[in-house]
């Protein structure tokens, strides 16, 4: 079973939420959102700092990244990850190519 953190813009939290359901179940892969607040919260720039960490931390124990690029948008932190995956040996899936 693979393992792939998902990249994307938060514009998109919703198709990605359901996104990773469907690889789950329809692949078999093992999917690590990025996916959080339901309510309208809005993070410290300190707590942002804390889940940019996190979400490299998931794409270091990930076998790749599946990269959510709806009508083609690809985001500046979506590519530093891309860069980042890809520094770093991984797998770099898109949803769209």
Request: with cysteine; proline share 1%.
């Amino acid at each position: 079973m693979k393992t792939y953190t998902i990249c994307g813009s938060m514009r998109f939290e919703k198709e990605m939420k359901k996104l990773a359901y469907d690889l789950e179940i329809g692949k078999g892969y093992n999917i690590l959102q990025c996916v959080y607040c339901e309510e309208d919260v809005v993070p410290t720039d300190e707590e942002l700092l804390r889940l940019a960490d996190a979400h490299f931390r998931k794409i270091d124990l990930s076998d790749g990244i599946y990269v959510v690029n709806i009508d083609g948008y690809i985001g500046e932190s979506v590519k530093k990850e891309i860069e980042y995956a890809e520094k770093n040996g991984k797998e770099v899936v898109y949803l769209y190519n």
